[in-house]
């Protein structure tokens, strides 16, 4: 079973449009995805959707995240709506629900590029893997232009960056309080993100700054920061050092 917590963790900050034209559904679907998202919007055909999808921008000057639609709707059909959202937003992320497999449907869709189809019945549980599934990916393009744009930020490990400049971190999307100590730590590691820091070049560093950290000590800071971080952030060397993991996006 998918661990809630988990999904939350990715998609707290993300907004999505459900377009579905049998009310029972769409209804009983935007008040589950309204508990995992901060907003989950929805729209009974594809014109509506199209509307709400441009009154979205204007309003966040953003798209919405991503687009779960039904494909046999009134005035617009789920394939034109997808059309004309790659027409706005080639990016986008769109998710297909349908009781149709039939290829006339599935391989324009295909072509135009959706993220994942899913059948109709909806088992919930299959469809919050594949939400997840499309978070991560959207969290990691996006940490990885936020990197791109500023040389200053650092990507740490999953969707945690740090910002050498303001001495921010950020983890999935939330600012993390940092002790001073913690501060200089993640300066020094990730000023070279994979270099082994021995102990001794660490309570150098402290000392260059006037700060006092024996061994023992960076233990400690170590312990405490950790549980800032993602998992496996930060490896220990056995009697050597530390170093930031490399991570990939």
């Known amino acids: 079973m998918l661990n809630s917590k988990e999904l939350l963790t990715h998609t707290k900050g993300l907004s ?15 008040e589950i995805l309204k508990t995992f998202f901060s907003q989950a919007h929805s729209a009974t055909n594809g014109e509506e959707a199209i509307r709400k999808y441009k009154e979205f921008y204007l309003k966040e000057s953003k798209y919405y995240d991503i687009i779960l639609s039904d494909i046999q709707m009134p005035r617009v059909n789920g394939v034109e709506l997808v059309e004309s959202i ?13 009781a149709y ?13 959706i993220e994942q189809f899913i059948k109709k019945p909806i088992d919930y549980q299959d469809l919050l893997k594949v939400l997840l599934n499309a978070s991560k990916k959207l969290n990691a393009a996006n940490t990885k232009e936020v990197v791109n744009k500023h040389p200053s930020i ?19 999307g939330e600012m993390v309080t940092l002790t001073k100590y913690e501060i200089i730590f ?33 233990r400690k800071l170590v312990s405490k920061l950790r549980k800032k971080l993602p998992e496996n952030s930060i490896e220990s ?3 050597v050092g530390y170093r930031m993991v490399p991570t990939q996006y």
């Open 16 to 30: 999505i449009l459900f377009a579905e034209d049998h009310d029972d559904l769409r209804d009983n679907t935007r």
């Open 86 to 98: 790659y027409n706005i937003n080639p990016d986008q992320i769109v998710i297909i629900v349908s």
């Open 101 to 113: 497999d039939d290829t006339k449907y599935l391989l324009p869709l295909i072509n135009l590029g």
């Open 154 to 172: 650092v990507k740490l490990n999953g969707s945690c960056t740090f910002n050498k400049d303001t001495n921010i971190l950020l983890v999935n």
């Open 186 to 218: 993640l300066q020094l590691l990730s000023d070279k993100i994979g270099m082994i820091h021995s102990n001794e070049d660490i309570t150098s560093h402290y000392s260059d700054l006037n700060e006092n950290l024996d061994i023992v000590n960076i």
């Open 237 to 239: 060397i056995y009697a």
